[in-house]
């Protein structure tokens, strides 16, 4: 049984905040058929970027941006073809499945896989797809011949990097690495952009001589924060509580 999101922008909270909304153009339906103006103006940021994360806190409605951006026509009217989301965990990739088939029309290109007895893919001559799995999924199978196949052979268009934090600084970003082609575009949604440097990272900048912030950004290899929203903008537009 499909849990369904619970999240402020799931209920259809009436707000100021969708007044200024654009027209639906991303194959939104059922819950998210109006998005937020905070949702849109995060799509618009990432259209000027290749690659680069967006700030949204808990609360922000990050399932229906990682689908407006899947499904993005852009400025020139060129939907994505080849688009690959990522998750933070099993649960919330096959979440992301779920709200996917629930809340938008492109259930005939979606796909999934989270492991080898759950894997659902568009039929081969499928002019589009879009393919969600997790990032243990991919680190998993990263020296499977069927992973690289599905993975590091595909032209994906887009990327999306839900939850990117779980992935920077660790195996998982190299394997993300390995299977961004030359005009693939990759975009992290996060809550989470900072962290606290371990005591081995001080030790290493003050020998160098070089500070090191203790809230520092930990996701410049991606790329630019091109888009933020606080918790404080929320509060204020009305979705979620004070």
């Known amino acids: 049984m499909t849990t369904p999101d ?13 007044q200024n909304a654009m027209p639906n153009q991303w194959g939104l339906t059922g819950q998210w058929e109006t998005p937020y103006a ?52 099993r649960s919330t990739s096959t979440q992301l499945y779920n709200n996917g088939i629930q809340n938008t029309n ?12 759950a894997i659902s893919l568009a039929p081969p001559n499928s002019t589009r797809r879009v393919h969600i799995t997790s990032y243990g999924y991919l680190l998993a199978l990263q020296n499977q011949p069927f992973a690289e196949r599905l993975y590091t052979k595909t032209p994906w268009d887009l990327i999306v990097l839900d939850e990117v934090h779980q992935a920077m600084g660790t195996q998982t970003w190299k ?42 950004t930990f996701l410049n290899p991606l790329g630019p924060r091109f888009y933020k929203i606080s918790v404080k903008d929320l509060e204020c537009a009305g979705l979620i509580a004070k």
């Open 6 to 18: 619970k999240s402020p922008l799931s209920q259809g909270v009436p707000t100021a905040a969708r």
């Open 106 to 117: 492109i259930g005939p290109y979606l796909e999934y896989a989270f492991e080898k007895k």
């Open 175 to 216: 394997c993300i690495v390995r299977i961004i082609g030359p005009n693939t575009r990759v975009i992290g949604l996060t809550g989470t952009p900072y962290r606290t440097p371990t005591p081995s990272e001080l030790d290493k900048s003050a020998s160098s001589g070089k500070s090191m912030d203790q809230n520092s």
């Open 38 to 89: 905070h949702q849109v103006n995060c799509v618009m940021a990432a259209r000027k970027v290749k690659q680069g994360y967006a700030e949204l806190p808990c609360g922000a409605g990050k399932s229906a941006i990682v689908y407006m951006l899947a499904c993005d026509p852009g400025e020139y009217d060129d939907r994505p073809k080849k688009v690959l989301i990522l998750g933070g965990s």
